[in-house]
């Protein structure tokens, strides 16, 4: 959601939260959300902070990262910075949370293998807190598990490890069911239409899809437009190509770009223009439509940001399997060929493993240099 949207989001729920009673005094505008995201606002009024849980399916205000300051004589103060009491089990979640967002830059700076080892060892930590933390902060400790759960499943599936995905797609969901997770629910259900798809089941993939929209209201406008992504590339597998392209229209609308301001490593945020238009291409190819694959394809390459090495070298390997689709195996090698080292660097098996089923693809044209050196490199050592 943008900030206005959010804001318009509180007000509706505040209406309805204290139905009957005069709430305008707490009403909210996009200019008081960008203070709460800044910190400016660390603990607005009770009704506020209601609406803002109602609104962003949150069960108590901690998951929402706000913490009410005390005076010495116990009592609270309104709209004053705070932080966790250190040493408290407050301090402990907040932590693992600031963490969560620096083991998502380490993937894009050191890759998948990286990242999940920091990832493995902050759910042991949160396995124990499950055990041992007090039952009011459960909640807190359950939406954080099941966070941590679904970035293993997007790691191990970015090393090409589809069983460990599968499992931590399915417990990342069973973390997110015991608290009634509407957000969780839907990423990891995103999650695991994106895993039936990459296994050959598109319906099956479509059917997830749907059930994670089934949550679009309570989402982020980078969630909303992931999900409309994963459904276009599903039904586009299924050769429900006009569907697929009225939703990656919509799609747009909700792109990370599109709307600025949301940190860097939420949900979604990869979701940008570029991204979208990436996989237009693909589903393009998808209809047996290579040359208006590559045209769009062109144009989408400058727009995903450097740092999203995976997502350029996915969007290089779409262009690769476009030209090979134009029955151009030259041009698809050595765009392929692109690929390669950007694919080693970000360290993603996936890409890697469907780089090497291009190469097959075109090994039968090896009289061409183009082929010869792409197959020549690809049977290095990653």
């Not at 607005?44 to 929402?64: F, H, K, M, N, Q």
């Not at 103060?77 to 083991?103: F, I, M």
């Amino acid at each position: 959601m943008s900030r206005s949207e959010l804001a318009d989001a509180v007000n509706v729920a505040l209406d309805r939260i204290y139905a009957g009673r005069d709430v305008t005094a707490h009403y909210v505008d996009f200019r008081w959300v960008g203070k709460l995201e800044r910190g400016e606002h660390r603990w607005p009024s009770e009704a506020r902070r209601a609406a803002l849980r109602y609104v962003l399916g949150a069960e108590i205000d901690a998951d929402l990262d706000l913490y009410s300051p005390r005076r010495t004589d116990g009592k609270y103060v309104a709209d004053e910075a705070a932080e966790p009491q250190p040493g408290s089990w407050d301090e402990t979640v907040h932590l693992l949370r600031e963490q969560w967002h620096l083991l998502v830059q380490n993937d894009k700076m050191f890759g998948p293998e990286y990242a999940l080892t920091g990832v493995a060892r902050q759910l042991e930590v949160i396995r124990g807190l499950l055990r041992e933390a007090p039952q009011e902060l459960r909640p807190s400790i359950l939406r954080l598990a099941a966070q941590y759960a679904e970035s293993a499943a997007w790691l191990n599936q970015s090393l090409n490890d589809h069983s460990a995905g599968h499992h931590w797609t399915q417990q990342a969901l069973a973390w997110a069911a015991q608290i009634g997770d509407s957000t969780m629910t839907a990423w990891a259900t995103y999650r695991s239409s994106q895993q039936c798809l990459m296994s050959g089941y598109p319906a099956k993939a479509v059917e997830q899809a749907e059930a994670a929209l089934l949550y679009d209201r309570r989402l982020t406008g980078p969630m909303r437009s992931a999900l409309r992504v994963q459904q276009a590339h599903a039904l586009a597998a299924m050769g429900k190509h006009h569907a697929a392209m009225r939703l990656l229209d919509e799609a747009h609308r909700w792109a990370a770009d599109r709307h600025p301001g949301k940190a860097e490593g939420e949900h979604g945020t990869y979701c940008t223009s570029g991204y979208i238009e990436v996989h237009r291409g693909t589903c393009l190819r998808l209809a047996q439509r290579p040359q208006e694959a590559l045209t769009v394809l062109e144009d989408a390459l400058p727009k995903i940001p450097p740092r999203h090495r995976q997502d350029f070298a996915s969007a290089l390997l779409n262009k690769a399997a476009a030209y090979a689709a134009a029955s151009q195996p030259d041009l698809a090698a050595a765009t392929a060929h692109q690929a390669l080292p950007i694919a080693r660097r970000a360290g993603s098996r996936r890409i890697l493993h469907q780089l090497t089923q291009l190469g097959a693809a075109v090994s039968g044209h090896q009289q061409l240099s183009d082929v010869r050196a792409f197959l020549d490199d690809l049977k290095e050592a990653p």
